[in-house]
């Protein structure tokens, strides 16, 4: 046996455990993300992402260290929540005046539509109407030339 051959049969798992743990928060956050509106489910999701590639990333490099990993994730933690926290504030103050635009722009549709069905209607009323007119008015002429030709 080689050295070589020695290194490629050595399992890393401390990043196969890391990324089991970051595949299952994400998987958590989903669960929990279909039930409550909470933070919980999404600090789960993010978090479990990070975590899954740093598995990833360390156990590929052969450098895998549970040190590192809960240092990256007491790095992680505190940015996660803030921006989690930065997006729910935008988000809410943004929700109102897209909710108001979004009603003002199906309504403006709504009109449009309605107003084109409506024209269309009327529209078709009058050419039904205005063919019925011109067919009876050509039925009269028609009626009165076969009578001037057979009379003559």
Same mark, same amino acid.
């Given at each position: 046996?080689? =050295? =070589? ?17 970051? /595949? ?12 409550? %509106?909470?933070? #919980?489910?999404?600090?789960?999701? $993010?978090?479990?992402?990070? =975590? ?10 052969? #450098?895998?260290?549970?040190? %590192?990993?809960?240092? !990256? ?14 997006? $729910? ?5 943004? %929700?109102?005046?897209?909710? $108001? ?6 309504? $403006? ?7 084109? !069905?409506?024209?269309? /209607? ?9 063919? =019925?007119?011109?067919? !009876? ?5 028609? %009626?009165?030339?076969? !009578? ?5």
């Amino acid at each position: 046996m080689t =050295d =070589d051959d020695e290194q490629a049969s050595v399992w890393n798992w401390g990043s196969f455990g890391a990324a089991a743990l970051g /595949v299952i928060q994400i998987f958590a956050g989903v669960f929990l993300q279909g039930r409550t %509106e909470g933070i #919980t489910a999404v600090l789960l999701i $993010r978090q479990g992402s990070p =975590d899954t590639m740093f598995a990833i990333r360390t156990g590929v490099a052969k #450098t895998f260290s549970w040190n %590192e990993y809960a240092i !990256e994730k007491l790095i992680n933690i505190p940015f996660t929540a803030v921006s989690i926290g930065i997006v $729910r504030w935008l988000y809410g103050g943004a %929700e109102h005046a897209f909710r $108001r635009a979004i009603a003002r722009v199906v309504a $403006r549709k709504v009109a449009m539509v309605l107003a084109r !069905e409506v024209t269309t /209607v009327c529209f078709g009323w009058a050419l039904r109407a205005a063919k =019925d007119a011109i067919l !009876e008015k050509l039925h009269e002429r028609l %009626e009165s030339a076969i !009578e001037s030709t057979f009379t003559q």
